[in-house]
Each structure stands twice: as C-alpha cells, then as structure tokens.
C-alpha cells in the first residue's frame, strides 16, 4: 500500500514480577507493559537522575488531568518509525503537511533535556524512553482535543522491537500470537504506523549486503511480523 493510499483509508476515528521489585515486565522481556510500573520503577531507583526524570514527568509532561482531553477525536494520530532517522523525519514532517497537523519528535519536549545524560545499557535508559511514550501521547492528546491531525516521529514499537532485537537471537523471535506484542493499555494507540525501509542499495554498493543478523532486516521482518495485529504498513 502506498503512503497516499493509506492515509485515504485511514478512519480517524502471561507476566513475570520480581519479589524485590513493585513492578512487572512483558514475558521474556524487560519491557514494562504500564504506566504504573514505570512509576513504581522510578521510584525505587535512589539515583538523583531517576528522581529528577521522574519529577519533571509528573511536574511539566503531565500538566493537566486526562479528564481534560476529548474521549475521542476526528483527526488521525500517525506514528513515523523506520531504519534511517533523516529519512523518516523528511516523511514525517511531509505526512503531517499533506494533512495539515502537528509533526512531533521523540522523545517527548518534556524529557529531552536527559537524553545526554541516560547512561548506556542500564535499565534505566530502558525505562527512560518507555516513559516517554506515555508523555509523547500527553503532548498528541492536547494535538488531538484541539481537532489537529498529529504525525509522531518514533513511539512505542521502536522499543518493542529493540528489545526484541537484542533478546533473542535471529531465528528465536517469539510467534505473532505472543502477549508480548500487546500495545500497552493504558498508552494512546495510533490509527497508523508507517515504517520507512530504507533499502541498502541507496547507501552501500550494490555488491554489499547486510547479514541477515544485522539488526535492520530483522527489525523489518519484526514489522511485517506485527502486521497482523497492529495498524502498520511498511513503505
């Protein structure tokens, strides 16, 4: 399905938890599956980046109650993800005009004063960027009251799929039924997810190609894979 085509179509409209710790991940993963949790994990962690996140959060991401937004909106909410960041902006931002709404980055304005500062490889980085997708759709759901179409640069499935990625090895993907592929219930669901494969051959040599270990092509077949339950089309 092509871009063009998919926006014409478009309608608007089992768990493991630690003893230690008061909060839950998805099976097999350290995914966190809500909001809560998230909370819970902040608040555990005595480090003074982790407060300071977690108190600009509920201070500046979170500044109004949700009672205050519309229960549903007329416009689309469209989430941009793909394997080559300037190309995915460039559909984004052309997406967004095409409709006449809001383009917005990840993460979320509120958050990315800590971006340099999440130290690499720890689970609070995890958490970090999980968080920000509950502030990223604060900031859609404002966009979306206000009756403006919304296209979101990265979102939820960018972490789902990394974890997935470096979890488990090339041919040991879990199966499409799994409950770890279920969006969050309490995160704002988009109406579309557009991934924008970039091919290789407009990078590299024609005689050069990516080991299908790489994590590109086996984000992509995560994609294709999740098809079957979640409004995404690959372009």
């Known amino acids: 399905m092509s871009l063009a085509a998919?926006?014409?179509l478009l309608i608007p409209g089992i768990p493991k938890t630690s003893a230690k710790d008061?909060?839950?991940f998805a099976p097999g993963l350290d995914i966190f599956t809500n909001l809560e949790d998230l909370l819970n994990f902040f608040r555990s962690d005595a480090s003074l980046l982790a407060?300071?996140?977690l108190k600009v959060f509920k201070r500046d991401c979170l500044y109004v109650n949700n009672a205050a937004f519309k229960d549903s909106?007329?416009?689309p909410f469209i989430v941009i993800v793909g394997n080559h960041r300037a190309t995915r902006e460039a559909v984004g931002i052309t997406v967004a005009q095409m409709l006449g709404g809001k383009?917005?980055?990840?993460?979320?304005p509120c958050l990315q004063r800590f971006i340099s500062q999440m130290p690499k490889g720890t689970m609070l980085r995890r958490a970090f960027y999980f968080l920000s997708n509950y502030a990223s759709a604060f900031y859609v759901k404002i966009q979306l009251s206000l009756n403006n179409p919304v296209v979101l640069n990265g979102y939820y499935f960018e972490q789902l799929t990394f974890s997935i990625v470096n979890s488990f090895p090339p041919d040991g993907a879990p199966p499409v039924v799994s409950e770890l592929y279920n969006f969050p219930e309490d995160l704002l669901r988009p109406n579309l997810v557009f991934f924008v494969n970039f091919?290789?051959?407009l990078m590299f040599k024609r005689v050069t190609t990516r080991s299908p270990a790489h994590w590109k092509p086996r984000t992509v077949n995560l994609y294709r894979l999740m098809q079957s339950r979640h409004p995404i089309v690959i372009q």
């Open 103 to 108: 383009y917005m980055t990840y993460p979320a």
């Open 6 to 8: 998919a926006i014409c």
């Open 73 to 75: 909106s007329e416009k």
């Open 199 to 201: 091919s290789d051959q």
């Open 51 to 53: 407060r300071q996140i």
């Open 22 to 24: 008061n909060f839950t």
